[in-house]
């Protein structure tokens, strides 16, 4: 499985911006999509994930309500929506994919096989 996230860039705060995450090989209905980013000098932080086969998307608990993650089985693509951006949200956003997930593991980014290459964003005040 690979994995290409696009869509970062610099923005100001207020701002709304969309991520793209692009999946190619084998995927199973099991399979899940889950977005993490990390900031400079912080730990990898979970975002948002969405199970490929269907289903309810998770989301981190602190970050509910501005962002939104959808899946594109046609283009083969999951897409992260950020809204209200604040400098706080300025990080590398990355996206993995992991096979046979629970949902209890969706958060855990050790549950995670493969990992794109991650897109920045930053957001200027």
């Known amino acids: 499985v690979q994995l290409q996230a696009s869509g970062g860039g610099l923005v100001q705060a207020g701002d709304s911006l969309g991520l793209s995450c692009e999946v190619s090989?084998?995927?199973?209905?099991?399979?899940?999509i889950g977005w993490f980013r990390q900031a400079s000098g912080k730990e990898r932080e979970f975002v948002a994930a969405?199970?490929?086969?269907?289903?309810?998307?998770a989301y981190a608990d602190s970050l509910k309500g501005r962002f939104a993650v959808s899946r594109d089985n046609a283009k083969n693509t999951v897409n992260l929506q950020i809204h209200s951006l604040t400098p706080e949200d300025t990080a590398i956003y990355y996206c993995?994919?992991?096979?046979?997930?629970?949902?209890?593991?969706?958060?855990?980014?050790?549950?995670?096989?493969?990992w794109g290459q991650g897109t920045q964003v930053t957001v200027s005040s």
């Open positions: 993995a994919a992991g096979h046979r997930l629970i949902r209890s593991s969706m958060k855990n980014d050790q549950a995670y096989t493969y």
């Open positions: 090989g084998l995927m199973f209905r099991n399979s899940v």
């Open positions: 969405i199970p490929w086969g269907g289903g309810y998307p």
